[in-house]
């Protein structure tokens, strides 16, 4: 696992460079050279499948920019799925960005999944990894990432991250949510699920919910790309993660690379809430 996870690291700060150094200019060709310009996110897929290459004991990739997965080393073990650039169109607007991934032994099942990594590009690069039962988190300083503390969810928290358009929610969803609120729960969502799930990992608690909602009765995220790795790493982390029907999300069948799942993310407190909410036993 080691290479994989340097592969990871590597691709981090190259991602990292990119966003800081590129031009925003998307398209034709408008930058100073007059070279074509790749979208953010299509280059940052082209560094990661790179990086992963390299890596003999990396089986095959999923990319959320591709329709098929590739495999790179036929004799290798991992099969990798990951979304190399989440929530790029915030970057226009200087917000936090992230790169979700799942490393699977097998096929890409949430049962088969052996390692989740995120890493958040933001005022600091972070990374967060779930692996052998402990959640890590480390900060990019002088060149490297340096391990931080490992990180707990508390039973209860004090945040509330509600994706989804409100005019199409569910009854039972707006009263989970506005019960929150009576509890005294702030609002915090910023419409990037990796700085709104890190956020609501390293301040020990919180719900974040992107429901079904009556334009998209299976939500938004999708499962593989973003929905197991976060779930993987907040039930490591002590938290829950489960779909509108309470089911834990890491016991769902993946069919298809890009279904997508209700989800509900937090510490174990607002999940029961959410139970009791859609009237789940
Ligand atoms: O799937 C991309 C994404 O930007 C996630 O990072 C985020 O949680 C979600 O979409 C936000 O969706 P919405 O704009 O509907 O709240």
């Not at 226009?92 to 790169?99: E, I």
């Not at 300083?141 to 209860?156: A, C, D, P, V």
Request: aromatic share 10%; charged share 25%; with cysteine.
């Amino acid at each position: 696992m080691k290479p994989v996870f340097d592969a990871i690291e590597h691709s981090a700060h190259r991602i990292s460079e990119a966003i800081t150094n590129e031009d925003l200019c998307y398209g034709d060709s408008c930058n100073a050279t007059g070279d074509m310009q790749l979208k953010l996110d299509i280059q940052s897929d082209l560094i990661i499948a790179e990086e992963f290459s390299k890596i003999t004991a990396v089986k095959a990739i999923a990319s959320e920019e591709k329709e098929e997965a590739e495999t790179l080393h036929p004799e290798g073990r991992f099969m990798i799925a990951y979304d190399p650039l989440d929530g790029s169109s915030l970057i226009d607007v200087d917000l936090s960005v992230g790169t979700i991934y799942g490393i699977y032994d097998g096929e890409f099942q949430a049962k088969n999944m052996l390692a989740a990594v995120y890493v958040v590009h933001g005022p600091r690069l972070e990374m967060v990894t779930a692996y052998k039962g402990g959640v890590r988190h480390y900060i990019f300083r002088h060149g490297r990432f340096m391990e931080q503390e490992t990180i707990r969810l508390g039973e209860k928290g004090k945040l509330n991250a509600p994706g989804g358009t409100q005019m199409h929610w569910y009854p039972h969803h707006k009263k989970l949510i506005e019960g929150l609120f009576a509890e005294g729960y702030r609002l915090r969502y910023s419409g990037g699920m990796v700085p709104d799930l890190h956020q609501i990992l390293l301040k020990g608690g919180g719900l974040f919910s992107y429901p079904g909602t009556t334009d998209k009765p299976n939500g938004k995220l999708r499962k593989l790309f973003e929905v197991f790795p976060f779930a993987y790493i907040y039930e490591t982390a002590g938290g829950a993660a489960v779909d509108d029907k309470g089911r834990r999300l890491m016991e769902l069948p993946c069919d298809d690379p890009h279904e997508t799942t209700p989800c509900f993310l937090g510490s174990k407190y607002e999940v029961e809430k959410m139970r009791e909410a859609y009237g789940i036993g």
